[in-house]
Structure formats: C-alpha cells, structure tokens
C-alpha cells in the first residue's frame, strides 16, 4: 500500500478574517445570505453581514489553532494563502512583507508540528480591486498577477512547502464564475467569457508549473477539481448519454491539466459553440504532478422532470438510494470510490482528496459536540478510500474538511458546520470564537494513529 497521508483542510478566506490587516477581496463583498456565490456586490450593504472579513478569526488564533492541530496527530494541513494578504489589490509589484512574515510563521510552526502544508495559490478570495480593474480571469492581464503571486509563494517557500496547489476547484469557473473572479456580468458573451477565463486559469496554472519546476523541482505541484460523479437516474439509455456530458463537462478540465491539451470533446463545444480559444497555446504542455479533487456528494441526473436535490452546486435529480445533509447535498460514500476510480483510470497519476466533509447543524453543550453524523459520514468515506488505495489507486493525502468550523462558501453560514473543532460564533458573527472539540476530533485522532 502506498504512504497516503491523512489530514485536515482550511482556506484563508473562509477561516483567517483580519480584514483590517490585508485587502479586500470578492469572498468580503458577499454578506451571509443564499445564493451570494452568484451575484456581484458593488456596494456593501450596511444592514448585511460579511462574514469572511473576520470570518474564525485564524489570524489572531492560529498559534493555538496549530497547537490543537499536532494534538489531533493529523499529519497534513491543506490550507490556502490569501491573496488580499500577500497583494492586497492584487496590483502590487512587491509583496506585503508582513503577510509573508504571517504565513512564514504558520509553515514554521506547522513543520515543527510534523504537520505536511499542503497550500492552494488562489481558493476562492480574488482582490476585489484587481476583478474591477481588469474584469477577471478572462483578461490576461489579470492573471500575470496571479502568476505573480505564485512565483513570489513558490519561490519564498521552496524546501518547506512541498505540495502546491494552483487553484481550488478549476471546474467552478464554469458554474459559479462571478464569485470566482469572472466577469460574465459585464461580457457580451457569457459562455466565451467563462471558457476564455478557463483558458487564461490553464495558462496561469501551466506558468506556475513551469516556474516551479525550475526553481524547486523536489515539490509537487498540482491543480484541484471538484469532481461530483453524476449518476443516470435510470437504465434509459438518454438518461445515461445526460450523465455522460455532464460528467464530461467536469472532466475535460482535468483533461486539460493532465493531458496538457483540449479534448474532443471541449474542441466540438467550441466549435459549435464558435468560442474563440486558442487550443494551440504551447504553455499547456506544462502539466500537474498530481491531481486533487474535492468530494462531498454524488449527484444524478434525467432527461424526465424529476425532484430536485437542493443545495449542490451541480444540481440533479434526487437519488432515491441515498440520504441527505441538512442542505441536501446527498451522502454517498461508495461515490468517491468510483470518484478516485474514475479519476486513476482516466489519468494514472497521483491523486490527492483535498476536501471531503459534512455541513451540518452541530449544538454545543457544556462544551461538548456530539456529532455522531459527521464521524459516520468520515469513517464510510475513508473506509472506501482505503479500498482503493488497496486497489492500487496512487493518493497522496486525504483532508477532510475542515478542521475548524469555518464561514460557508455557498451561503456564508457559520451554522453549516464541517470543523472536527467548533467555534463559537453564529451566522452574524456574534459569540466568543473559542474552539471545541467535538467528538469527532477525538475520533479523527483515533483513526489516524490506527491505520
Ligand atoms: C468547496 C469549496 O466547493 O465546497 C469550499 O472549495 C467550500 O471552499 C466547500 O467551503 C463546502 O461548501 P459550502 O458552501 O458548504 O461551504
């Protein structure tokens, strides 16, 4: 069996806050409320909450944070740097010495902790300056500062960050564009716009790669999808040719990143579609080491009218065979077997599971969490993982998610909680942000050491 290692997942701009000491990014426009991922916030609203802006307060605890870290044994942190800290527009030509001292500071204590950082260059918060300058990944010019920034965090870190990630969730670009930095909203043309960000996503991708490579060729580097298996609801074979393009949807962006070129498929839908994309640019020969997905559900679909799951981002029919979160995302555990099956078939390469985890409604009472539902969710999904490593599938870590409770991504609900720890803070940010263990924690503990 190969060495994977097990760990847990944070990013920057769900948990860290510190507003007052970074940038302002788009993730800090969106108030806590449903279907922020999908609209632009020109103007705050000051009747509205913003939770990332202080969001578990990461910047002020992270000391202790770690500390709580090496005591749950975990062996890895897959976490993010914020952009806004490093650049605080995004326009910068320098980096802010005292984000850098920051992050310098969390790798520090996370290797003297025996704690593998596994980072993502850019997860979700984009300087909001820098998306009303440029109108987002779309233009070039906005992403030579994302190149920036990953040059100025590879090189910094080189020896002590070994697995890089360029960006979270590439394939998100494609359904949840404005709150990842695409302007659809101020295009002529939506779907060009959001294949053309892709693009300029896969050439920023493909320079990071490049650049590492050259100036610290013993790390890793990868990119993420979010890659949700979706099921034909039925044997109706119109069914099974929906699911198949709606997966394929998914999987022409790891395609990409893997195999270094558009597939067939992405080349008929610009065809069709006549997108304009330069499908010969050289730089995308520069391919992932490794590829990361996120795993939370598996989704089903149907040509018929059918019920409709709430609360995935990908949508689908429900699928009678499988039980719902609080949010209805569905709970499958053998989907991320043929999730990781799916994925070594298709690349043969190694794979990394860098978000896997329950939402849910936890109580704290006298200082106790008792979540039974998130430690059954986690034990079926790793016993499937450790069957296919078994089964010979190359995994080089699994991070469940999250470690702490942090601020939702979808509706910037502190309630919808996925912490091993829980902190103490409602969905307007009031409460004492002291951390708990839940029960799950010291589960998580346990499993680790027993494996
Ligand atoms: C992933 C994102 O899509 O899903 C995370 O990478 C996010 O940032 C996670 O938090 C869970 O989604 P949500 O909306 O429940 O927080």
Redesign the pocket.
């Known amino acids: 069996m190969n060495k994977c290692l097990w760990g847990a997942a944070l ?1 920057a701009g ?1 948990c860290e806050g510190g507003i007052a000491s970074r940038g302002y990014s788009i993730a800090d426009s969106q108030p806590m409320e449903k279907g922020r991922v999908f609209k632009r916030y020109p103007e705050p609203d000051p009747e509205k909450y913003y939770p990332t802006q202080n969001a578990v307060y990461f910047y002020e605890n992270y000391q202790s944070d770690i500390e709580l870290m090496e005591e749950a044994g975990i062996e890895c942190l897959r976490t993010s740097f914020a952009w806004c800290r490093l650049y605080p527009t995004g326009m910068e030509l320098e980096p802010d010495a005292t984000g850098l001292a920051f992050y310098d500071d969390v790798i520090d204590r996370l290797l003297a902790a025996k704690i593998e950082p596994i980072i993502t260059i850019s ?2 918060e984009v300087p909001y300056a820098l998306f009303e300058k440029y109108g987002g990944w779309e233009n070039p010019e906005f992403c030579e500062s994302y190149v920036r920034l990953a040059k100025c965090v590879i090189e910094h870190f080189k020896g002590r960050v070994h697995y890089w990630i360029t960006f ?2 590439m394939n ?1 670009t494609l359904h949840l564009p404005l709150c990842i930095g695409v302007g659809i909203d101020r295009s002529e043309n939506e779907l060009q716009c959001k294949y053309q960000a892709l693009h300029q996503m896969f050439i920023a991708n493909a320079k990071a790669i490049q650049y590492c490579k050259q100036v610290d060729p013993s790390a890793s580097i990868g990119a993420m999808i ?1 890659y949700s298996p979706i099921y034909p609801l039925t044997c109706n074979p119109l069914d099974v040719e929906k699911a198949r393009k709606l997966n394929l949807e998914n999987l022409m962006v790891s395609d990409v990143l893997v195999d270094g070129c558009y597939p067939p498929y992405a080349l008929e839908l610009f065809k069709r579609e006549n997108l304009q994309i330069d499908v010969d640019e050289p730089l995308l020969k520069n391919t992932v080491d490794f590829l990361a997905t ?1 795993y ?1 559900s598996t989704n089903a679909t149907s040509v018929d009218n059918t019920t409709q799951s709430s609360g995935n ?1 990908f949508g689908g029919a429900v699928n009678p065979y499988l039980k719902q979160t609080e ?1 209805g995302w569905q709970i499958d555990p053998l989907g991320v077997k043929i999730c990781l099956h799916d994925l070594y078939d298709r690349y043969r390469i190694p794979l990394l599971i860098t ?1 896997n985890g329950i ?1 849910a409604k936890d109580v704290l009472e006298d200082g106790e969490i008792h979540d039974p539902y998130r430690i059954e969710y986690l034990n079926d999904h790793i016993d499937k993982i450790k069957e296919c490593i078994e089964e010979g599938v190359e995994l080089y870590a699994y991070t469940m ?1 999250s470690f702490l409770d ?1 601020v ?4 910037g609900q502190m309630s ?1 909680r ?1 912490g091993i720890v829980y902190v103490d803070l409602d969905d307007n940010g009031k409460g004492s942000a002291q951390r708990f263990k839940k029960d799950s924690f010291y589960w998580y503990k346990e499993k680790i050491k027993a494996r």
């Open positions: 990013s769900q997860h979700l979270n969730e998100m979010a996120s939370y981002l949010w978000e939402g998610w942090q939702s991504a979808s509706s919808k996925y």
